[in-house]
């Protein structure tokens, strides 16, 4: 009988070689604050919108470079936030949740795939589940009631 060896929690893990990289990344932002998490979200989604998009490349063109307050990029997340809440209460349906966190993600990411547009690029996704995982805290941020 071999003996249960724990883990050490210095010791580095590497991921899974199966795994997705969205997988990765979404253990990544579940470990980020929730003003970290409506930043990235906020930023995503000023970059994805076609005019947002040209008012950076402009900017960077005329100013040498593209700057965004953090305060800016949470505020923006958290629009986004309150824009698509309403679609992930209705497609998430109380669906099991589960003590593994590489399980837990993909069923938040599924979650996310199915209240948003099929065009929605995967980092606004992945940021939108992350906010669904972390929901209690991000509506406290963005003062969702």
């Known amino acids: 009988m071999s003996e249960l060896r724990y883990a050490d929690p210095a010791e580095f893990d590497l991921p899974y070689l199966d795994a997705d990289p969205i997988s ?65 209460a209705a497609a998430d349906g109380n669906r099991f949740r589960s003590g593994s966190p590489r399980e837990a993600w993909a069923a938040m990411y599924d979650v996310a795939r199915a209240a948003v547009a099929e065009n929605t690029s995967s980092t606004t996704v992945a940021c939108l589940a992350a906010c669904w995982f972390r929901r209690e805290e991000i509506d406290q941020v963005t003062h969702v009631r």
């Open 24 to 88: 990765e990344a979404g253990l990544i932002l579940l470990g980020l604050d929730a003003e970290r998490i409506l930043a990235m979200l906020g930023f995503a989604t000023l970059t994805a919108d076609p005019g947002a998009a040209v008012l950076v490349v402009d900017s960077a063109l005329h100013n040498g470079e593209f700057r965004i307050s953090f305060s800016a990029a949470v505020a923006a997340g958290g629009a986004e936030w309150r824009r698509h809440r309403p679609a992930f």
